[in-house]
């Protein structure tokens, strides 16, 4: 079991970057290395979609085409954390920003009811 507890969310303008976390914590049974993390985001009357993902030691990335380019997802296993870099940010990335993580990385990785672990959420506004 891991919680999960994202942060850095914020009021920003169109163009502007942000940095967003997921950090593990309370992790019992497997080690947090084994769990892969996905970054999702859901916007107000919208499902919670996928935006990236990442493999147990960082090897393999994966993103949703509209944040190809402009969004990084990394980890750093002996923080117990992954980051999502944004940069160019648009309007319509306007959401709640989750992170989840699951034991496996499979062709699943951008199913939401694949991920067995969630943060909270941090809000992202961005303004145009």
């Known amino acids: 079991q891991v919680q999960l507890a994202e942060s850095g969310g914020g009021l920003v303008q169109a163009g502007d970057s942000l940095r967003l976390s997921c950090a593990a914590s309370a992790i019992s049974g497997d080690p947090f290395p084994r769990y892969a993390v996905g970054w999702f985001r859901q916007a107000p009357g919208k499902e919670r979609e996928f935006v990236a993902a990442i493999s147990y030691t960082g090897g393999s990335t994966r993103y949703t085409d509209a944040v190809k380019g402009r969004f990084t997802i990394f980890r750093d296993n002996g923080q117990s954390t992954v980051w999502l870099q944004m940069k160019s940010l648009k309007p319509e990335d306007t959401a709640v920003y989750f992170c989840?993580?699951?034991?496996?990385?499979?062709?699943?990785?951008?199913?939401?009811?694949?991920?067995?672990?969630w943060g909270q959420g941090t809000q992202v506004i961005v303004s145009s």
């Open positions: 989840g993580a699951r034991t496996d990385y499979d062709a699943y990785y951008a199913l939401p009811d694949k991920y067995c672990y």
